[in-house]
């Protein structure tokens, strides 16, 4: 069985409400069953963060897969304080590894658009500052992501998450050394620009992720999603670039690990 990592999912109690996190270790021992051997769970705000870094100090034994956070501010929840996230890096906790999820939004415009700006821009100076991974959500918001990070400078290891873009995109993307991650979309029947963009992110640049408890991989779509999908998103991946599973799960777990420090 190859062995995969989720590079990005929300296993807090926001979104698994289970006492004392009860079904978030449920998951992530379903996760290490299916042949996943490293999770990133990542925040959205400053309750999820203190979550997913809590979770990821709490290794409880050998039949989990190896747990490490990222903490941020997403971009629905505009612009706030972020003294608390400054906070938490400044502990130093080495669970802690990146910056995120934050960016730009404009399709559903829960902020506004410069409040928006003004939180990922603070947020990529956090992670230059602490030398931590960032990752960033975007959606239709493409002209103002890359005159950001133009101004902001890219940090070395930077992720965009669950890509919905297209194949010009991605090789913005990567042409700045930005890494890639696709989701359960891709297995989705209206999915081809997405499919094309897959097959064109180089392997080095590419990462796998559910985006739990989002995104359910077909044929689970619909249906709540957990990070022992993830080997399905990686088959569909693999398959679309026609290379095999244990080819793809190596290049990406090892992209996860330089990443996320695994």
Not at 4 to 14: G, T
Not at 24 to 44: K, M, N, Q, S, Y
Not at 72 to 79: A, V
Request: overall charge negative; proline content about 5%; charged content about 25%.
């Amino acid at each position: 069985m190859s062995t995969w990592v989720d590079s990005h999912c929300h296993l807090q109690e926001r979104y698994l409400p289970g006492e004392d996190g009860a079904d978030a270790l449920e998951a992530l021992r379903r996760a290490r069953a299916a042949g996943v051997e490293a999770v990133v769970c990542v925040g959205t705000d400053e309750a999820t963060s203190r979550q997913a870094v809590a979770l990821a100090a709490d290794q409880r034994g050998d039949d989990l897969p190896t747990l490490r956070a990222v903490v941020g501010l997403h971009p629905h929840e505009g612009y706030e304080d972020l003294r608390w996230l400054a906070s938490i890096l400044d502990d130093g906790d080495p669970a802690v590894v990146g910056v995120g999820e934050c960016g730009l939004d404009y399709h559903y415009d829960n902020a506004p658009r410069e409040a928006q700006r003004r939180s990922f821009a603070e947020q990529i100076a956090m992670a230059h500052e602490h030398d931590l991974a960032l990752v960033i959500h975007a959606r239709d918001a493409w002209d103002d992501l890359f005159d950001v990070l133009a101004c902001e400078g890219v940090p070395t290891e930077t992720v965009l998450h669950c890509f919905t873009g297209g194949p010009s995109e991605a090789a913005r993307l990567v042409s700045l050394g930005i890494t890639v991650s696709f989701s359960g979309i891709v297995t989705f029947k209206n999915a081809d620009d997405l499919r094309a963009s897959v097959a064109e992110v180089p392997l080095e640049r590419l990462l796998i992720e559910t985006d739990s408890p989002f995104l359910a991989p077909v044929p689970h779509r619909g249906q709540p999603n957990e990070p022992a999908l993830v080997p399905l998103v990686g088959a569909a991946i693999a398959a679309v670039r026609d290379q095999s599973d244990d080819l793809v799960a190596t290049a990406t777990s090892a992209n996860a690990a330089r990443i996320f420090r695994l």
